[in-house]
């Protein structure tokens, strides 16, 4: 049997149960912009020069992938941990940097064109705002803000300072949201209002329970400026390596990873405007290690035109990390790298349900009367390669190294940013919204017009 011999209702039954078994999709490895392998070597006066705050697991992370970026250079690093000097010079492949504890002799150095902020969510708001004082363009970790405030204080340093703000999310990058955005703007989905994501994960490690290192201690590390405006207390490592559990240095499951899926999502949808409305609901079922944070999160909200449900869990992790688009004319799955989109099943059908509550004779005049007025369309009218098409980026690709390089090409050409301040004030707000309804068991709403989370 050709593809070409197949009825339209042959079509429907072989196709679904094809596409149900992972068959007849088009894979295409999609091609890297190489935004940061520049063609040819950058000048030393184009050389974008910055510091970097805060060299923990993120930051030497961060550090790693400019390696790959042109025309860039690590000049300096400052962090409140001794030993995340060393891991930080590391990172850049041995390279010999200023280091210090005071970030504030960084913000001070006249050859710093851009700072990286990796430090814990708390911090953000201060080093963003005196980053932009001085004059410095700021690449800011996720989520930008710890409360609705510390992102409004930011956006205005920012705005004022007229400095470019790139926050952290690095999926906005990709290759993989690009096609994803692709399918979006095309209109192939059709009418879309359910969109779901989440990021299950199933370790110790993925619920941030990370080893203390032998080293630490109040000798090593400047516990006191670490906790910033949080309540005194003494000296607690769990408290400095697994800050995410605690609501006055981070924002739990929602602002560690509800943020790359609403970024994810606002990316995608072109959505510019934080969620209207949302619920959220959970538990904590396992890790009752004295965090405050819930290990299982799930928050439905409300935009203008689509519904979105997320939801992390830290004991299955069966999904990973997932996205649906649930549109009238076709269904666009991410999960973790592989992006799919699958057409609905559009070809009219006969009523096949309630007409069994009919009498035979009227079934079988309706059956003949629509036949007779939908006839098979002709072989060939029709291709069964329109089922689903699967998108993949190339092995090793690095969605940070390109988030990095769009930041600094921004800095040099002074472009607009993939992720800006304002994109990022509004994923985050939705994150204080999951967490505001979790905490307050009760639905929240966003004031636009008071720029406030309050209760519905
Ligand atoms: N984009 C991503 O995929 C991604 C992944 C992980 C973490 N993050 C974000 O990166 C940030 C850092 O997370 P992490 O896991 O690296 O945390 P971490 O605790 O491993 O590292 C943070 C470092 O910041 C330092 N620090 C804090 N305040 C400082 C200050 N005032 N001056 C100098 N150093 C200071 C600390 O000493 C610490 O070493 C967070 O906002 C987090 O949400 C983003």
Redesign the pocket.
Known sequence: MTKNSLTRRDFMRVGAGAAAAGVAAKVTILEPLRLWASPRPVPPSDTVRFAI?????????LLNATLPVSGVECVAA????DS?HIAAKEALGGKEIETT???RRLLERKDVDAII?????H??R??VVEAAQAGKDVYC???MSHSVEDGLAMIEAVQKNNRICQI???RVSSILYAKAKEIWDSGKLGMVDTIEAAWDRNTDSGAWV?PVPPDAGTQT??WD??L?GAPKIPFDPIR??R??CYRDY?AGLA??LF??LLSGIHFVTGTNQPAQRALSTGGLYHYKDGREFPDLLWTMYDYPNFQVVLRCNHNNNTEGEFFGFYGKTGTMIIRGSTLTYKPQASCHQPEDYSIYGWPKKLRDEYLAKWTKEHPEPKPGDFKIDEDSEVFTPPPNYSD?SDHLANFFHAVRTRQPVVENDVFGSYTAIGCHMSNSSYFNRTVVVWDAAAKKIRSA
């Open positions: 705050i805060g060299t923990g697991v993120e930051g030497c992370t400052a962090d409140l941990y995340r504890r005071e970030y902020c990796a430090t814990p969510d911090w953000h201060r080093i970790e996720k989520p952290g999310s690095q990370y590390i400047d400026t670490w910033d400095f390596f800050w995410r981070g602002g560690d943020v790359h940070m």
